[in-house]
């Protein structure tokens, strides 16, 4: 699934946007661990999905840690045929080497239903349309989660991967927050301002 012929010539230009800002700013994940606002954890917790970051994603490890500290369960999401599995994990567990370069818990790792996740990308606007890699696990992990219950999305992102617009097709699911190494943008609200007046 690689959607739409913008979404793919975007793709290209933010990877290098994204690789232009890991290289200028080194000390980013540790300072987005200090800025993220733990009442989102209270609020939305307490199973808290991360990743294992690739290439220049910026590493949610730090903030994975400040989270555990305060009382979270994380996991990390493991692939299969029918899509994204989450699967109890904690910072020196051991990770399988698995396809795409992902390391992810084993399939015996217990399984489990998280309601904040933590979600790399591309790009972000301020309605929360989020720009992925173009294969769509992420879109129906979280619309499987909604469907089921409560699931928040918090982007972890530089702040220039935050643009003006990114292109959305009906299957994407939309970001509630994003975090980034200079502060939160509260998409939700965002998203609920621009709808009152476009209405």
């Given at each position: 699934?690689?959607?739409?012929?913008?979404?793919?010539?975007?793709?290209?230009?933010?990877?290098?946007?994204?690789?232009?800002?890991?290289?200028?700013?080194?000390?980013?994940?540790?300072?987005?661990?200090?800025?993220?606002?733990?009442?989102?954890?209270?609020?939305?917790?307490?199973?808290?999905?991360?990743?294992?970051?690739?290439?220049?994603?910026?590493?949610?490890?730090?903030?994975?840690?400040?989270?555990?500290?305060?009382?979270?369960?994380?996991?990390?999401?493991?692939?299969?045929?029918?899509?994204?599995?989450?699967?109890?994990?904690?910072?020196?567990e051991p990770l399988e080497r698995r396809p795409f370069g992902l390391s992810e818990p084993s399939a015996d790792a217990?399984?489990?239903?998280?309601?904040?996740?933590?979600?790399?990308?591309?790009?972000?606007?301020?309605?929360?349309?989020?720009?992925?890699?173009?294969?769509?696990?992420?879109?129906?992990?979280?619309?499987?989660?909604?469907?089921?219950?409560?699931?928040?999305?918090?982007?972890?992102?530089?702040?220039?991967?935050?643009?003006?617009?990114?292109?959305?097709?009906?299957?994407?699911?939309?970001?509630?927050?994003?975090?980034?190494?200079?502060?939160?943008?509260?998409?939700?609200?965002?998203?609920?301002?621009?709808?009152?007046?476009?209405?």
């Amino acid at each position: 699934m690689q959607g739409h012929p913008d979404k793919i010539e975007l793709r290209h230009r933010m990877r290098t946007i994204r690789a232009e800002a890991a290289a200028r700013d080194p000390d980013a994940a540790e300072r987005l661990a200090d800025l993220f606002p733990m009442k989102l954890l209270e609020r939305y917790g307490p199973v808290v999905s991360g990743y294992v970051a690739i290439n220049e994603e910026l590493d949610p490890l730090p903030l994975m840690r400040r989270l555990e500290a305060a009382g979270a369960e994380l996991c990390l999401p493991r692939m299969a045929e029918g899509g994204i599995s989450w699967r109890l994990w904690s910072p020196g567990e051991p990770l399988e080497r698995r396809p795409f370069g992902l390391s992810e818990p084993s399939a015996d790792a217990p399984e489990v239903v998280p309601t904040l996740i933590l979600t790399p990308l591309l790009a972000f606007d301020g309605k929360g349309n989020r720009l992925g890699y173009g294969r769509g696990h992420y879109d129906a992990a979280l619309s499987a989660l909604r469907a089921e219950g409560r699931a928040f999305a918090c982007a972890v992102a530089y702040a220039a991967q935050q643009i003006d617009s990114v292109p959305a097709e009906a299957h994407d699911q939309p970001l509630d927050w994003a975090v980034t190494p200079i502060g939160s943008v509260p998409l939700f609200m965002m998203r609920n301002m621009a709808a009152l007046k476009e209405g």
